[in-house]
């Protein structure tokens, strides 16, 4: 599954679709059980890297910043899930890593870019940030040089869009049927992503 354009400026206002991932910590992403809550997809190229770990630690500074607003924040990299393991561990990162190994979340949001090593044409993740509104539809997009020490920018454009989900007096959740099932399925999956 692709997005239609390789523009970052056309992935605004489509929806992500349903993937289902691997991710460290143990923690299997459904993202069709993420809607309700906003989330940040935070890609980079390569683990263990200094432009991954600068990034990263950006966004783990501000942790409790997207917490506060039930904003969830997951890394991705096309690394195996071991080494993602191994490089939060490492980081002692509060959020996990997708091990997108298929390079299906790094296909659809076309954060792929040309590079070579040793001489040798190569692809690889260009750091890109991408903010989800709670309807899982894409909100702001970030992209290479932009993303270095940014999570600040990001934790004000997702609680812009918290406070305008407020101010509606209606989530998705409240306009469902099923409220009550749902929400009690999404707090279950997410309980260690915003225990205090």
């Known amino acids: 599954m692709k997005a239609k354009s390789n523009q970052a400026s056309a992935l605004i206002g489509q929806h992500v679709p349903t993937f289902e991932t691997n991710a460290t910590n143990n923690k299997d992403v459904h993202f069709a059980k993420l809607r309700g809550y906003q989330s940040v997809l935070v890609f980079y190229s390569q683990n263990n890297t200094p432009p991954a770990t600068a990034l990263l630690q950006d966004f783990a500074e501000h942790y409790l910043s997207f917490k506060a607003i039930k904003t969830c924040v997951f890394a991705v990299t096309h690394d195996t899930l071991q080494a993602c393991q191994d490089y939060s561990d490492q980081l002692k990162l509060p ?102």
């Not at 690889?124 to 020490?149: A, C, H, M, N």
Request: overall charge negative.
């Open 95 to 196: 959020f996990p890593i997708i091990a997108d190994e298929a390079d299906e979340l790094s296909e659809w949001f076309e954060v792929h870019t040309n590079s070579s090593e040793y001489g040798e044409p190569k692809q690889i993740i260009e750091p890109s940030v991408f903010l989800i509104d709670s309807d899982g539809e894409v909100q702001k997009v970030w992209r290479t040089s932009q993303v270095q020490r940014l999570a600040h920018q990001v934790v004000e454009a997702a609680h812009v869009i918290h406070d305008d989900l407020k101010d509606s007096g209606a989530s998705l959740f409240a306009q469902q049927a099923d409220e009550a099932a749902a929400e009690q399925s999404l707090i279950a999956d997410l309980q260690e992503q915003f225990t205090v």
